[in-house]
């Protein structure tokens, strides 16, 4: 059985960035892998995914019907694939309507959790999704928060709960019970070398210096935004105001962020904002 390694996060928290690497590094072609064939396959609430090791469609189930499937479905994508799974994952860590936790431990390897400062998500994520600023601070401060795209439709994706930024943040590093190395995207920029090496040692992979420093070069802001110039990213949203790979750096919010909106923002997820270094 091959174990799977969760790179987990809220929305818009380094999540592509780290895949990136991750892909660089582990083909070690020395030049750009390919943004849209990105290593570990599909965001693990992919539709496809699903109904594929399911054993029936998603679209023939309720919502919470969903969600008692996901960790068989993991647990057969375990079992049967030949090689580590590296697999996204924006869901907060929860448990389904039979006590079954959604991303189960015992074919958890490890847990990978991407944190960004929540003022920085949410212009991250309202470019990202096309909506206001003050629509992402509302989700970001509901403890019920989700992201489903369209009921009215056969979205790419499953119901993803997200529940507050706050909460998310907990679900994973607190109440998981699975091996998690909490990585911040702020020290992504301002340590490269430092937070990426981390995520090879918390994968239990080998620690080239020399392939770290290379996988971090080609895996750098202005190399993947120049892809996507040239051949697009297919996870970009049709409906986003602004590229995939928009500014990537901190403390933008101070430019776009209504300080109202912060406040509240502050307001609601300040206890873990602070353990974070946020305050």
Request: overall charge negative.
């Amino acid at each position: 059985m091959n174990f799977i390694n969760w790179l987990a996060s809220y929305p818009k928290s380094g999540n592509t960035w780290a895949r990136i690497f991750l892909t660089n590094y582990l083909n070690n072609t020395g030049r750009p892998l390919d943004i849209n064939r990105l290593e570990g396959g599909p965001i693990a609430s992919d539709r496809d995914l699903f109904d594929r090791w399911a054993g029936v469609e998603a679209s023939d189930l309720s919502f919470d019907d969903i969600d008692d499937f996901r960790p068989h479905v993991y647990r057969q994508m375990a079992l049967h694939i030949k090689h580590p799974l590296y697999l996204k994952v924006h869901d907060a860590c929860t448990r389904n309507s039979d006590g079954d936790m959604l991303f189960p431990r015992d074919v958890t390897s490890a847990v990978i959790y991407l944190i960004r400062n929540p003022l920085d998500v949410t212009v991250s994520y309202a470019h990202h999704m096309g909506r206001s600023m003050a629509q992402v601070v509302d989700l970001i401060c509901d403890m019920n928060g989700s992201v489903y795209e369209n009921p009215k439709r056969l979205s790419p994706q499953l119901p993803q709960k997200l529940l507050s930024w706050s909460a998310h943040v907990r679900s994973w590093v607190d109440d998981s019970g699975l091996p998690v190395t909490v990585v911040r995207y702020e020290d992504m920029l301002a340590q490269p070398e430092k937070a990426f090496e981390c995520i090879i040692r918390a994968l239990k992979l080998d620690v080239d210096p020399i392939r770290l420093s290379n996988a971090i070069a080609l895996s750098s802001f202005e190399a993947v935004r120049q892809q996507e110039r040239q051949t697009g990213f297919k996870e970009r949203p049709m409906r986003a105001d602004a590229p995939f790979f928009r500014q990537g750096r901190s403390g933008a919010w101070r430019e776009e962020l209504p300080q109202a909106l912060a406040d509240r923002i502050i307001e609601f997820n300040a206890d873990m904002m602070q353990r974070f270094g946020y305050l």
